[in-house]
C-alpha cells in the first residue's frame, strides 16, 4: 500500500466531511461502481421477486431477504473502493473484484453474522448498545482489506475507534439510515412517475401502503455505493489519525521533493562544469 498513491486527500476529517465526500468518490468512480451497482441491484430485485411472487413471503420477511444482499453487497462496494483508493482505477475490473471478495466471503460473512449476535445481544441491554455499534462498525473493512480473522476484527475494529465512538457512532448512525432513505426517495420517485405523470397506477407495489415496492427495494439496494464509501473513507480517517498517515504521507513528499532537487543540482552542476 503505497500512501503516495492514494486518490484521496489523507488528513483527519470530521464526520460530515465524510458524508459529503461520499457522494463525490462515488461519481467519480461510477465507471467501476457503476456496473457493481447495476449488479447488485438485479440480483436484489430477483430475489424479492422470487420472495413475493413465487414464495408467497410478505414484504416484512422480503426486506430480510434484501437486507441480506444489501450486507453483501456492502462488503463487494468495501473490496471495490478499497482497492480504488489506492489502485488505478483503469486496471481494475468487475469481474477481478467479485473475484477478489469471493476469496473472502467466507471469514467476511463468519465475521457479519458474530457481529449481529453481539449487537443483538448487547441490544438486551440498552445503554450499550450505542458503543457497541460504533465499537463494531469497521469489521468489514478489517476483514476485507487487512484480511484479518473473523473473531480477531472485531477486536481490530474496537481497538481503531478507541476514543472516537461519539463520532463513529454518528457515522454508523448515518449509514444505517441510508437505505432506508433511499428506499423512500426511490418510492416516491417511482410513483410519481409511474402513478401521477403516466396515470398507470402502481403496479409495482408502494411502500407506505403495501409495505414495499420494487421501487423502494432498488433504492435501498443502490445506497450500497454510498454507504460502503463512507464507511471506508471513516475507516482511512482513523488510521489516518492512528498511525498517522498523513504526517507519513508530508515526510514522503518531503523526502521526494529534496531527491528531485538534488538531481536538479547535479544536473545544473555537470552543465556548468568544463
Not at 504521507?249 to 528531485?260: G, I, K, N
Request: glycine share 8%.
Amino acid at each position: 500500500m503505497n500512501l503516495l498513491e492514494a486518490r484521496v486527500a489523507l488528513r483527519p476529517r470530521a464526520v460530515s466531511d465524510i458524508l459529503d465526500l461520499s457522494g463525490p468518490f462515488c461519481m467519480v468512480h461510477r465507471r467501476l461502481l457503476a456496473p457493481l451497482a447495476l449488479l447488485t441491484t438485479a440480483a436484489g430485485g430477483l430475489l424479492a421477486l422470487v420472495c413475493r411472487r413465487w414464495l408467497g413471503w410478505s414484504w416484512a420477511t422480503t426486506w430480510m431477504a434484501v437486507a441480506v444482499t444489501l450486507l453483501v453487497a456492502n462488503g463487494l462496494f468495501t473490496q471495490a473502493v478499497g482497492e480504488l483508493l489506492f489502485g488505478a482505477p483503469e486496471d481494475l475490473r468487475v469481474l477481478g473484484i467479485a473475484r477478489t471478495f469471493a476469496r473472502r466471503l467466507l471469514p467476511f460473512l463468519a465475521a457479519r453474522t458474530i457481529q449481529l449476535l453481539a449487537l443483538g445481544a448487547c441490544a438486551l441491554v440498552v445503554v450499550p448498545l450505542p458503543i457497541f455499534a460504533a465499537r463494531l462498525f469497521f469489521v468489514s473493512e478489517v476483514v476485507l482489506l487487512e484480511s484479518g480473522a473473523p473473531v480477531a476484527s472485531l477486536a481490530r475494529s474496537s481497538r481503531l475507534v478507541l476514543y472516537r465512538s461519539l463520532p463513529c457512532l454518528g457515522l454508523a448512525l448515518a449509514c444505517a439510515c441510508a437505505p432506508f432513505l433511499g428506499a423512500m426517495a426511490a418510492d416516491w420517485i417511482g410513483d410519481t412517475v409511474v402513478n401521477t405523470v403516466f396515470q398507470m397506477g402502481q403496479p409495482f407495489g408502494s411502500l407506505w401502503s403495501d409495505g414495499g415496492s420494487a421501487y423502494a427495494v432498488a433504492g435501498a439496494l443502490l445506497s450500497a455505493p454510498f454507504v460502503a464509501s463512507a464507511s471506508f473513507l471513516g475507516y482511512i480517517d482513523l488510521r489516518t489519525r492512528k498511525e498517522g498517515w498523513d504526517i507519513q504521507l508530508r515526510l514522503a513528499a518531503l523526502a521526494d521533493s529534496e531527491d528531485r532537487l538534488r538531481v536538479r543540482r547535479q544536473d545544473l552542476h555537470g552543465k556548468v562544469a568544463p
